[in-house]
């Protein structure tokens, strides 16, 4: 952020009708009570100095102890609000923090001139939230017919969403409220999006939000891109931090750490797959990231573990980070990496995003430019083509077998098998299966083996074999753009490990058993991976299961927009106790990945974070004993309920409640 941008945000403030004093917020200049504005507060930050040149220019503005000193000796109204945690306060507010969220309409809900000091405090950046489709509805102020059907044109891009402060591209988990394909036959709620939102562009605003959420016990949502599969960016009647706009990115030539010595990249928290991809081309390097362009890199990605097309060769995305820089729930700014604030280093590192603090950047190292060799392939069976069912099975079959050998290769295959419907029949894309630092010879002698199996089988098939010098160029030409908030539908994943491929009788029954559910109308997408550490890798938090595991598959499907309650009721049950629980008999002790897993996972600290779950919530214990920050399935979220849910689905549309 430049400096010049902080100086317009505080223009733009004047136009914001938040910035309209209804009460009497006040300080006192020279003796003399004069109201509060922003001509006559500065935002609450502190510009320091950075000889080492570690920080960001968003991570240099600040809220430090002599800003809430000076604000205090002004005599800003309700400036309290704004302090950092004290240590005495987790004993002396026990009965507040022990309460539900305080939520809109209660009695302690904070009143428009506090939101407005809030508002003047961050420079202008706060957002009374308009949910992405308010513009398709007639009956309220923010109809506008042109952008209404821009929206509805672009709605399953993700770029629609990311560029939005609160939408989120499973909308599901917000009730599907203001939808803007429903404009003209409902009318427009907030439902579960949060009711404000700060347009972080500065470390001193998330800091505000913090210390705000927390001293007046708000629910606080921590939101980047709105990827999310499991409603975990979106809460009914919060505060949002919308960490989106820190969009910095620097280049490192050689960056030294006790186990690292290398080129590296700092990435502010809003940069995005795309964004590291390019920058990776630029600067002639390979970076890991994920296969969507749209995904938030430091967010949600990293902090989840993070697959990627580079995974088999480098590890996980957790395992390049080498210095995290994060807002804590007491709302200090530190930095964790192998030597200093080492709990948090390890926690964020694969023990999920929104709760452990808002990382507003990380140093993640990358490595040298290489070739990629792979190839795509669709295959259709059933109905209308000339591949039967029993064939298409024997290919997929064959395929399944080799996994551990080609994983051990460095393969990454990501592919998705679809029932095509009532009629049968089922589509296999391969998109793409390739190997980083591999010739097209020697992925052609890879794949030749099971190609010739297929061939023998009677399978026709048209593989488009591809060789390119760099990562950026792969991704582009042979990924697919994949399209995002369909509503409907629910998804959840689970990591099979090496050892089911060991003998013939596990093995058979684990392809069966994959099988069966995809018979049975789930999707299945497939990405035959092994998530292991690189030696010489710090310890960190990724769900062990990631470890061993040669494939990893997302499952699940949708229900129609009118169904009966009790047909979504069915479809949803059928995707944790029947599929997921078939899934979890044949794969014991094993896991889901956190970022796509099941939000109704029976016993979610063992399947996402497996034996890392005690530390971590001891960890979470010590750093949040306020439980500022809460989401969905992440670590400690267990002691909270959601009010008013299906005991078969959670959404984030009710209050956030103890248990
Ligand atoms: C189309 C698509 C493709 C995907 N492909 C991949 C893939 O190839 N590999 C893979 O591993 N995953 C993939 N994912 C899953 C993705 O990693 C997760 O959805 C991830 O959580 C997205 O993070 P985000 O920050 O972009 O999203 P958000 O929904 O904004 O945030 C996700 C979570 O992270 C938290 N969070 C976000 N920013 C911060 C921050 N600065 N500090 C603290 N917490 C934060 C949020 O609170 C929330 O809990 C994909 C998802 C989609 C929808
Ligand atoms: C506090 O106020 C003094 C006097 O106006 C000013 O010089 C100083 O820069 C302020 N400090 C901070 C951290 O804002
Ligand atoms: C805000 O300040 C006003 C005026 O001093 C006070 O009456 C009110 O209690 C304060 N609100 C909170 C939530 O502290
Ligand atoms: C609402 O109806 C009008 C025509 O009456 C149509 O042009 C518009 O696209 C509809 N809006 C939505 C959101 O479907
Ligand atoms: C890398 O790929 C290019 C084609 O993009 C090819 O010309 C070159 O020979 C390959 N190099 C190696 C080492 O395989
Ligand atoms: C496993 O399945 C294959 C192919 O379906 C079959 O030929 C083989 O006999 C089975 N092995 C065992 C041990 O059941």
Request: net charge negative; glycine share 10%; hydrophobic share 40%.
């Amino acid at each position: 952020m430049a400096f010049s941008s902080f100086a317009r945000a505080l223009l733009l403030a004047s136009a914001l009708p938040l910035a309209t004093l209804v009460g009497a917020q006040t300080v006192t200049q020279n003796g003399e009570l004069i109201p509060a504005d922003e001509t006559t507060v500065a935002p609450a930050a502190q510009l320091l100095e950075d000889p080492a040149s570690v920080l960001s220019e968003a991570e240099r503005f600040q809220l430090t102890d002599a800003v809430l000193a000076n604000l205090t000796e002004l005599e800003l109204s309700n400036v309290s609000l704004f302090n950092f945690a004290s240590s005495d306060e987790v004993v002396a507010k026990r009965s507040i923090f022990n309460r539900c969220k305080t939520s809109p309409g209660d009695l302690l809900w904070p009143s428009k001139p506090i939101w407005t000091v809030f508002n003047i405090l961050t420079g202008g950046a706060l957002i009374e939230t308009v949910p992405i489709g308010a513009v398709c509805y007639k009956n309220n102020k923010h109809y506008n017919a042109a952008k209404c059907a821009n929206i509805l044109a672009h709605w399953t891009e993700s770029a629609t969403h990311a560029g939005d402060p609160t939408s989120v591209m499973s909308p599901l988990y917000q009730g599907e409220t203001c939808m803007p394909q429903a404009g003209n036959t409902s009318t427009c709620e907030l439902g579960g999006f949060p009711s404000y939102s700060v347009k972080a562009t500065t470390v001193s605003q998330i800091q505000l939000a913090v210390n705000f959420a927390r001293n007046l016990n708000l629910r606080l949502v921590v939101h980047n891109t709105g990827h999310d599969f499991l409603g975990k960016s979106t809460g009914a009647g919060a505060l949002s931090i919308w960490t989106h706009n820190l969009k910095s990115i620097s280049f490192i030539k050689s960056y030294s750490s006790p186990s690292y010595k290398g080129p590296a990249f700092k990435l502010g928290a809003g940069i995005q797959v795309l964004d590291l991809y390019e920058a990776a081309k630029k600067y002639g390097v390979t970076a890991v990231g994920g296969e969507c362009k749209g995904v938030g890199v430091t967010g949600g990605y990293i902090a989840g573990g993070g697959h990627s097309p580079i995974s088999s060769k480098y590890g996980m995305g957790a395992d390049q980070v080498l210095s995290i820089d994060v807002v804590t729930p007491d709302g200090r700014f530190v930095t964790a990496d192998e030597k200093n604030n080492k709990d948090l280093f390890w926690a964020i590192r694969g023990g999920g995003g929104g709760t452990f603090g808002v990382v507003t950047s990380m140093t993640v190292k990358v490595h040298p430019k290489m070739n990629f060799s792979g190839v795509t392939f669709t295959i259709l069976s059933g109905p209308g083509t000339n591949v039967p069912d029993n064939i298409f099975w024997a290919a997929l079959e064959a395929y399944w077998r080799k996994f551990p050998g080609y994983a051990a290769k460095g393969t990454y295959g990501y592919s998705s098998i679809f029932p095509l419907g009532p009629a049968g029949g089922y589509m296999w894309s391969m998109l793409p299966w390739l190997v980083p630092q591999m010739s097209l010879v020697d992925f052609k002698a890879m794949v030749t083996p099971l190609f010739d199996e297929w061939t023998a089988l009677g399978l026709q098939f048209e593989p488009v074999f591809f060789e390119h010098d760099n990562f950026y160029d792969t991704w582009t030409s042979h990924f697919p753009v994949e399209g995002v908030a369909n509503s409907n539908l629910r998804t959840a994943s689970r990591l099979f490990p090496i050892k089911n491929w060991a003998d013939e009788v596990t093995l058979n029954k684990t392809i069966s058993t994959i099988r069966s559910v995809i018979e049975d109308g789930s999707a299945f997408i497939q990405y035959n991976i092994n998530g292991a550490a690189p030696a010489g890798t710090p310890d960190n938090a990724v769900n062990p299961a990631w470890r061993d595991a040669t494939l990893y598959g997302i499952f699940g499907g949708g229900w129609a927009p009118d169904a009966p309650l009790e047909d979504i009721a069915f479809a949803n049950k059928r995707i944790t106790n029947d599929w997921g629980a078939r899934f979890r008999a044949i794969t014991p002790g094993s896991g889901g990945y956190l970022n796509e897993g099941d939000v109704m996972e029976p016993n979610f600290g063992q399947a996402f974070f497996g034996s890392n779950y005690d530390r971590l919530k001891r960890i979470k214990k010590a750093t949040d004993p306020w439980n500022v920050f809460w989401a969905p399935t992440a670590v400690g979220s267990e002691d909270w309920y959601i009010t008013g849910q299906e005991d078969w689905l959670t959404l984030q549309t009710g209050r956030l409640c103890p248990k």
